[in-house]
């Protein structure tokens, strides 16, 4: 006779192969244990004309071209999963996305897994890769371009130990010099953050200090530091905004700077802006730029958009947006237009 357990296991198990097609829910287990599942389906259609050349989706560096081009494209790859699992204080979670590698457009258009988050949670302790303690997630914007405006972002995921306590947050996390000597890696990076919420939004500050190593084995300390939130203005409007400065190099911008150029620590200054207005309750509109500017390299990237987004469904979104892509430093630009079809799970 089959014991109480197996008994929820089965019916679990059934109950995922039933709703396979609407994994957004949680299967409680035990009294303790609770498996959860969710992410979205995402698709994509994007087209780029300009003097730089296509992306998927933005980020700090690009590639000029001799002369203007124009690319029409149609992907899902945003599309992700995940999966959390939950046995009282303790928590593991892990998410894929699908911009691991892409197939060719010829046959069957593939693109491999890549693994996006995957980390363990017991009570104020967190280990694993997830989003850097010095991001502010509820600080992005919404836009049809994967994150919008990066150039302006702390946009970063990687190996972490954090700990948490109220509104403070200090974590060790994996160091890597970009541009510099990355064998000689000895020291963690430190990452110190603290939260203030209230009913009128959330705004954090943190700070970043570590360790980088020259092409030439010199040794040098980086500081940054980084304020980023969400302010509610009328109604269910928003206004998002993140102001970073100093020696921060990888983490902002998403590839828009090394840490070390030759044998000087880059210095950054990078904003965003970003307003959302709801129209009514299924119907908003974002508005947003984003701006990195690096001292030594003298890389100097923004962004501009704006969008329309309406929900059909409670979890199936419309959106439209244009916007323009500029690398100011090498007179080049390009304009996109993109629509998307998101479906959460």
Do not use: C
């Not at 979670?93 to 949670?121: C, T, Y």
């Not at 967190?126 to 919404?142: H, K, Y």
């Not at 990076?189 to 030439?216: C, E, H, I, M, P």
């Amino acid at each position: 006779m089959l014991n109480t357990n197996y008994k929820k296991v089965m019916l679990a198990t059934s109950f995922l192969v039933a709703s396979s097609a609407h994994a957004g829910f949680d299967v409680q287990i035990t009294d303790k244990d609770k498996v959860s599942f969710g992410g979205y389906v995402k698709v994509d259609a994007r087209y780029v004309d300009g003097d730089v050349a296509y992306r998927p989706f933005w980020i700090g560096s690009g590639t000029k071209l001799d002369e203007s081009a124009s690319k029409f494209n149609l992907f899902a790859n945003e599309t992700r999963f995940n999966m959390k699992y939950t046995h009282g204080d303790v928590t593991g979670f892990i998410e894929m996305d699908f911009w691991g590698g892409q197939g060719n457009e010829i046959v069957s258009n593939s693109a491999h897994p890549r693994l996006r988050h995957a980390f363990v949670k017991y009570k104020d302790i967190l280990a694993g890769q997830t989003w850097s303690t010095l991001m502010n997630t509820s600080a992005i914007p919404e836009s049809a371009d994967f994150a919008g405006a990066t150039t302006g972002l702390v946009f970063i995921r990687q190996t972490q130990m954090r700990y948490t306590m109220g509104n403070f947050q200090v974590s060790i996390e994996n160091p890597e010099t970009w541009g510099g000597d990355n064998t000689d890696e000895s020291a963690p990076d430190v990452v110190a953050r603290y939260n203030l919420k209230g009913d009128w939004g959330s705004v954090s500050f943190s700070g970043l200090g570590r360790q980088l190593n020259t092409a030439s084995g010199a040794s040098e300390t980086a500081f940054g530091v980084s304020v980023a939130g969400r302010i509610k203005t009328v109604g269910k409007d928003d206004f998002r905004f993140q102001i970073h400065k100093g020696e921060l190099g990888r983490y902002v911008g998403v590839a828009f700077t090394k840490d070390v150029v030759g044998e000087e620590v880059e210095d950054v200054t990078a904003y965003l802006a970003a307003y959302r207005h709801f129209w009514n309750e299924s119907l908003r509109t974002t508005i947003l730029y984003g701006r990195a500017e690096a001292d030594v390299s003298g890389a100097d990237r923004s962004q501009w958009s704006i969008n329309l987004f309406k929900n059909l469904t409670p979890k199936l979104a419309v959106g439209a947006e244009v916007g323009q892509f500029i690398m100011d430093d090498q007179d080049a630009d390009s304009v996109y237009a993109q629509m998307s079809l998101k479906y959460v799970l």
